[in-house]
T-cell receptor
Framework: KAGVTQTPRYLIKTRGQQVTLSCSPI?????VSWYQQTPGQGLQFLFE???????NKGNFPGRFSGRQFSNSRSEMNVSTLELGDSALYLC?????????????FGQGTRLTVV | GDSVTQMEGPVTLSEEAFLTINCTYT??????LFWYVQYPGEGLQLLLK?????DKGSNKGFEATYRKETTSFHLEKGSVQVSDSAVYFC???????????FGGGTRVLVKP
């Protein structure tokens, strides 16, 4: 069974640009969550999607957005990039019953903003 | 709001030493508790979990017991190996919000 796949693995962008990250969950998983990992703030919850609907959102500015497609694949978008957006972005998928069962994480996308 | 506090690292040990990583939490209600491990260049892997008070999670020689009276979920392993070198994250989950709240992570380095 394939795991959670995140693309691309590495990305370098310039301040002011926008970026789109992709996450393909484990087959059959309908819940996809995104987290930002930085040395200073640790792991912080961005948002969660279930059946194409955003169910929960963390405390991030509106520049951070996401969506989920009918095949459960998810994308997150960051517009008007800032240096502080440099981070490892992790995607996690879980079964219909949610993350209490088990959340499976991808390897992440390392975003560097210069 | 909910929060998780775990001991800061790095923790440096010799092979076959005993490992303890302290984790305490603040949360209303009855959260589930997890330990995740992150190896270099990788995402997070679930190590073990406990869903109610007094439950003991265990996996690969690691153990942790959900102590509601002390709001703790300390991770222990009796004899570590070099391959246990990684960053360990304690986390809690509550159904309301359907998200994991993580501690800051503890880096463990095991030397041969």
């Amino acid at each position: 069974k394939a795991g959670v796949t995140q693309t691309p693995r590495y990305l370098i962008k310039t301040r002011g640009q926008q970026v789109t990250l992709s996450c393909s969950p484990i087959s059959g998983h309908r819940s996809v969550s995104w987290y930002q990992q930085t040395p200073g703030q640790g792991l912080q919850f961005l948002f969660e999607y279930f059946s194409e609907t955003q169910r929960n959102k963390g405390n991030f500015p509106g520049r951070f957005s996401g969506r989920q497609f009918s095949n459960s694949r998810s994308e997150m978008n960051v517009s008007t990039l800032e240096l502080g957006d440099s981070a490892l972005y992790l995607c996690a998928s879980s079964s219909q019953t949610g993350m209490n069962t088990e959340a499976f994480f991808g390897q992440g996308t390392r975003l560097t903003v210069v | 709001g909910d929060s998780v506090t775990q001991m800061e690292g790095p923790v440096t040990l010799s092979e076959e030493a005993f490992l303890t990583i302290n984790c305490t939490y603040t949360a209303t209600g009855y959260p589930s508790l997890f330990w995740y491990v992150q190896y270099p260049g990788e995402g997070l892997q679930l190590l073990l979990k406990a869903t109610k008070a007094d439950d003991k999670g265990s996996n690969k020689g690691f153990e942790a017991t959900y102590r509601k009276e002390t709001t703790s979920f300390h991770l222990e392993k009796g004899s570590v190996q070099v391959s246990d070198s990684a960053v360990y994250f304690c986390a809690l989950y509550k159904a309301a919000g359907n998200k994991l709240t993580f501690g800051g992570g503890t880096r463990v380095l095991v030397k041969p």
